[in-house]
């Protein structure tokens, strides 16, 4: 069982449409970070949460952390083909980072 | 320049080899990780060392030795290999060991394929 349950496992979508990724557990964490990874690259950071009920926005990304701090969400508004990728939650629940088996987002021009 | 540099990208070999794969940060950083990524692009962490002293070992075979000669490299050794090795091993780094709090940078990979 992973400690951190991303969904959906797979997102197909046009262009200039939005899309939501959410990633949930049981667990309480101190922060939680987002990254995306290109094929054939390795996992870049895109943000990380900390507070509860706390909203960034990264251009036309916008994550948010759960009040209770067991959950967050990734949403892009008017995605771009240069979205596509795997989008990957990852959280400290003791002192490693542990991810998420991630969310595979297509984009279609 | 590359942050996080691994050699080789790709490594092909037979059942029952030793093989391994080499990792530099030049970015200063005194914590240097080892993931490993399987076949459902589940990311798992193997080994962290900080200033060259090993402070993560995951349950890990031992037949996976991890080497650091000084803090802006991490080694990672393999012996006989199987056929569940493969996978894309990705190295890492950090600025410090506070429990991975600090951002990672990750390196763009080995992608090992064991026959």
């Known amino acids: 069982t992973q400690l951190l349950e991303q969904s959906p496992q797979f997102l197909s979508i046009q262009e200039g449409e939005n899309l939501t990724v959410y990633c949930n557990s049981s667990s309480v964490f101190s922060s939680l970070q987002w990254y995306r990874q290109e094929p054939g690259e390795g996992p870049v950071l895109l943000v990380t949460?900390?507070?509860?009920?706390e909203v960034k926005k990264l251009k036309r990304l916008t994550f948010q952390f759960g009040d209770a701090r067991k959950d967050s969400s990734l949403h892009i508004t008017a995605a771009q083909p240069g979205d596509t990728g795997l989008y990957l939650c990852?959280?400290?629940?003791?002192?490693?980072?542990?991810f998420g088996a991630g969310t595979t987002v297509t984009v279609r021009a | 320049d590359t942050a996080v540099s691994q050699t080789p990208k790709y490594l092909v070999t037979q059942m029952g080899n030793d093989k391994s794969i080499k990792c530099e940060q030049n970015l200063g950083h005194d914590t240097m990780y080892w993931y490993k990524q399987d076949s459902k692009k589940f990311l798992k962490i193997m080994f962290s060392?900080?200033?060259?002293?090993?402070?993560i070992n995951e349950t890990v075979p031992n037949r996976f030795s991890p080497k650091s000669p000084d803090k802006a490299h991490l080694n990672l050794h393999i012996n006989s290999l199987e056929l569940g090795d493969s996978a894309v091993y990705f190295c890492?780094?950090?600025?410090?060991?506070?429990?991975?709090?600090?951002?990672?940078?990750f390196g763009p990979g080995t992608r090992l394929t064991v026959l």
């Open positions: 990852a959280g400290l629940p003791d002192y490693k980072l542990s």
């Open positions: 060392y900080n200033n060259k002293e090993l402070i």
């Open positions: 949460v900390v507070t509860g009920g």
């Open positions: 890492a780094s950090s600025l410090r060991a506070s429990g991975g709090s600090d951002t990672q940078y």
